[in-house]
C-alpha cells in the first residue's frame, strides 16, 4: 500500500514513518492486522481531507481576513512546523513505542487544532464588504462610516499556532485530497456569515471577488471526521500476531551493489528486545551519518526537495490560478481540482505501479523510468504559458478612461473628467458592468447618479463614463469573460490532467528506488529524514515565496477598512503567468541538472 506524503507532489511517494510497521505485517495478514489496516487508512483519509481542505480555502481566508498571498503562503507553510519537531525522532524510535496510541494521540491533536482553525469566524464581527448596492430602497451613493473591527493580524497569529498543533502528525492518501476540494467547492458556494443573517440582504455572488464562502464550515467536519479516526487505535494492541515465521530480509544482488555496509547497523536493535531509549539516542547521530553518507539517497533527496518546491507552489495556489486567469469561481475551481486532477495523480500512480510489476523494473530501470515521466510531464508543462484569457477590461486599472478598447497596465487614474463631479473613494472595490462592456471600479467611478431596483438586480443609471450621451446604465458585478475564454479553460484542463498523470507515472517507481537502495535497518530513518528535510526546505518556504511573486503582479489592493491594504482584488494575469511558471521550470531544470550528475 502506498501513500502520498504530499497529495500535490505526484513526482515522488513520501510515506509516513508508520508505513514500515504496516508493511512489515501485509504478508501476513490477520483479522486484527486487518483491522489496523482499515483503521490507518480512515486516518490517512482524514489527514488527507484536512490539508486539501485547507489548499481550497486559500482566497476565502484571503478575503476574510483581508491579507495578501504571501501571509497565506505562511499560514500553509506552518502546517509543517509540527512535523518537524517530531518526525525524525518519531521515525527512529517507534519500533520500541506503542505506535498505535502514539498515532491515536495524533489524531486527537490534528482534530484539537482543526476546530481551533474554525474558532475564528465564531470571535470576530460578521464580514462586511464593500458595497453601494442597498437590498430594500434605491441606493444612493453616500460612504459609508468607518466601524471598528478586530485586526486581522491577530488572526493570522492564531492561525499559525494552529498548524503548529495540525503538523504533529503529516500523512496524506490520494482519495483523501478528491473529498477535500469537493468540501471546499461546497463550503465555497455557501456564504460565510449563514445562519446569521439574512440571505435576500447578501447583494454578490460566488463569482465576486468579493465573496467569501462558509470556509469555517469545513474545517469542523474535518475536525469530527479526523476525531473520529483516532478510537479504532486506542483498543489495539502494542504489535501485532504473525501468522507464520518470518526469516530475516535478504537483499537481491543489484540491492547490494547499492546498499553500503556498515559497521554500526551490524548490531542494530531488534524491535522485540528491551533496549534502552540512552542506547538508542547514543545511537542516532552515527546512524544518521551513515544514511546521509549514501549516494544515492542522497541524490534522491536532493532532487525531490528541488521538484517538492516546484509542485508545492504550484499546487498551492492552483485553485487561485484557475480563479483569475480564466475567472472562474472559487467553487468551481475547487470541484475541478477534485473530480479532473486528483483522480489523475491516484491513476497516475496506480499506473505506474502496474508497469514497474509489468516491465519487472530494477534499481536502475526504476529510475530511468521516473526521470523520464518527470521530463515528458515537465516538457508538456511548457504548454501552459500559451493558455490565458485576457485580462478583464477595467477602466482605470488595465485599460485608461480615454481608450477602452486597448488593455494596458501603465499607470492609469480612476479619476476622470466624467467622475470629477461625483467625490468617489479610489480605494473601494465595489465592480459594476457598463453597457459597453467595459468593467468600471464602482458606480461612483462610472458616474453613475442614480440607481432603481435592490440587492444583486440593482441597476445604476446615468452613468456619464459609460457613454458620451450620459444616459447609459451599470449593472451589479463585472463584466463576463469572452467565449473564447472559455474555449481556452477547456484546453488548460485537458493538459493539467495529460501532465499530472505523466508525471504521477514515476511516483511508484521514485519510491520504491529509494526502498531498494537502503539497508531495511535505515529505512524507517531514511523515510523520517525523507519527510523532514522536504518539509523544511520545501513544504515551509515554497507558499510562501510563491505567494511574494504572485503579489507583485496585484494591480488593485482592496482596502481594510480601517487602513491598510488587505487582499488583491484583481492581478495583471500575463505577469501572473509569466513569473509563476517560469520559476517552476527553473526549480525542474534544477533537479533535472542533479539528477544527471
Known sequence: MFTCMYFHAPVHINVNPFFLFLSHYLSHLTLLSQMFLVALSFAYFAKALSGSYMKSTITQLERRFDIPSYLIGVIDGSFEIGNLLVIAFVSYFGAKLHRPKIIAVGCVLMSIGTFIIALPHFIIGRYEFETSVRWVVNSTLNPSPCPVVLSSSCVVCLFVCVYDILGCVQTISVVGPVFGYLLGSLCAKIYVDIGFVKMETITITPADARWVGAWWLGYLVAGVITLLSAIPFWFLPRSLPMS??????????????????????????????????????????????????????????????????????????????????????????????????????????????????????????????????????????????????????????????????????????????????????????????????????????????????????????????????????????????????????????????????????????????????????????????????????????????????????????????????????????????????????????????????
Open 244 to 597: 507464520g515465521p518470518r526469516g530475516p530480509e535478504k537483499c537481491t544482488a543489484e540491492q547490494t551493489s547499492f546498499i553500503k555496509d556498515s559497521p554500526l547497523l551490524k548490531h542494530k536493535y531488534p524491535a522485540d528486545d528491551n533496549t534502552s531509549f540512552i542506547e538508542m539516542a547514543k545511537d542516532f547521530i552515527p546512524t544518521l551519518r551513515t544514511l546521509l553518507a549514501h549516494p544515492v539517497y542522497l541524490i534522491y533527496l536532493c532532487v525531490t526537495i528541488i521538484q517538492l518546491n516546484s509542485l508545492i507552489g504550484m499546487v498551492t495556489y492552483k485553485p487561485k490560478y484557475i480563479e483569475q486567469h480564466f475567472r472562474q469561481s472559487a467553487s468551481k475551481a475547487n470541484f475541478l481540482m477534485g473530480v479532473i486532477n486528483i483522480p489523475a495523480v491516484a491513476l497516475g500512480m496506480f499506473s505506474g505501479g502496474l508497469l514497474m510489476k509489468r516491465l519487472k523494473l530494477n534499481i536502475m530501470g526504476a529510475a530511468r523510468f521516473a526521470f523520464g515521466t518527470s521530463l515528458i510531464g515537465y516538457f508538456l508543462s511548457l504548454f501552459f504559458f500559451a493558455m490565458s484569457c485576457e485580462n478583464a477590461k477595467v477602466a482605470g486599472v488595465t485599460l485608461s478612461y480615454d481608450s477602452v478598447d486597448t488593455i494596458s497596465y501603465d499607470k492609469h487614474s480612476v479619476f476622470t473628467a466624467c467622475n470629477s463631479n461625483c467625490f468617489c473613494s479610489a480605494s473601494d472595490w465595489d465592480p459594476v458592468c457598463g453597457e459597453n462592456g467595459i468593467t468600471y471600479v464602482s458606480p461612483c467611478l462610472a458616474g453613475c447618479t442614480s440607481s432603481t431596483g435592490s440587492g444583486k438586480s440593482t441597476v445604476f443609471s446615468n452613468c456619464s463614463c459609460v457613454g458620451v450621451a450620459g444616459n447609459f446604465t451599470a449593472s451589479t458585478g463585472q463584466c463576463p469573460h469572452a467565449d473564447d475564454c472559455d474555449r481556452m479553460f477547456r484546453y488548460f484542463l485537458a493538459l493539467s490532467v495529460v501532465t499530472s498523470f505523466i508525471i504521477s507515472l514515476g511516483g511508484t517507481p521514485g519510491y520504491m528506488l529509494l526502498i531498494r537502495c537502503i539497508k531495511p535497518q535505515l529505512k524507517s530513518l531514511a523515510l523520517g529524514f525523507h519527510a523532514l528535510a522536504t518539509r523544511t526546505l520545501a513544504g515551509i518556504p515554497a507558499p510562501i515565496y510563491f505567494g511574494a511573486i504572485i503579489d507583485t503582479t496585484c494591480l488593485k489592493w482592496g482596502q481594510k477598512r480601517c487602513g491598510g491594504i488587505g487582499a488583491c482584488r484583481i492581478y495583471n494575469t500575463t505577469a501572473y503567468r509569466y513569473v509563476n511558471l517560469p520559476l517552476r521550470v527553473l526549480w525542474v531544470l534544477l533537479s533535472f541538472s542533479v539528477f544527471v550528475r
